[in-house]
Nanobody
Framework: QVQLVESGGGLVQAGDSLRLSCAAS????????MSWFRQAPGKEREFVAA????????YYADSVKGRFTISRDNAKNTVYLQMNSLKPEDTAIYYC???????????????????WGQGTQVTVSS
């Protein structure tokens, strides 16, 4: 049984930092690309960042580029999202997701992801 478990969310002030983690089990972690999505209240789920299997290539939404960093440790079956200079508009539930077939053209399409975590709440106060 595949499980993705996020952690690290919380309540912070604007300008603060948080690091999210997503621990995977039940699958060969190095065989999947990993992404982070987020969903704010009343809004659709949106792509945040992605990392290829090897960790060498990363991709970001324009709204987080330069502030967020995605990384992975295949030895620990974990993907991370380092979030700096947080803004109130970053407030959302953050989800990690895994997919086998990955291309930059399709990475933002959440329908292509096979496995999802339960989400972790990030709240940024102004």
């Amino acid at each position: 049984q595949v499980q993705l478990v996020e952690s690290g969310g919380g309540l912070v002030q604007a300008g603060d930092s948080l690091r999210l983690s997503c621990a995977a089990s039940g699958l060969t972690f190095s065989s999947v690309a990993m992404s982070w999505f987020r969903q704010a209240p009343g809004k659709e789920r949106e792509f945040v960042a992605a990392v290829r299997r090897s960790g060498e290539n990363t991709y970001y939404a324009d709204s987080v580029k330069g502030r967020f960093t995605i990384s992975r440790d295949n030895a620990k079956n974990t993907v991370y999202l380092q979030m700096n200079s947080l803004k109130p508009e970053d407030t959302a539930i953050y989800y990690c997701a895994a997919r086998f077939l990955f291309t930059p053209a399709t990475m933002k399409d959440d329908h292509g992801y096979r496995y999802w975590g339960q989400g972790t709440q990030v709240t940024v106060s102004s």
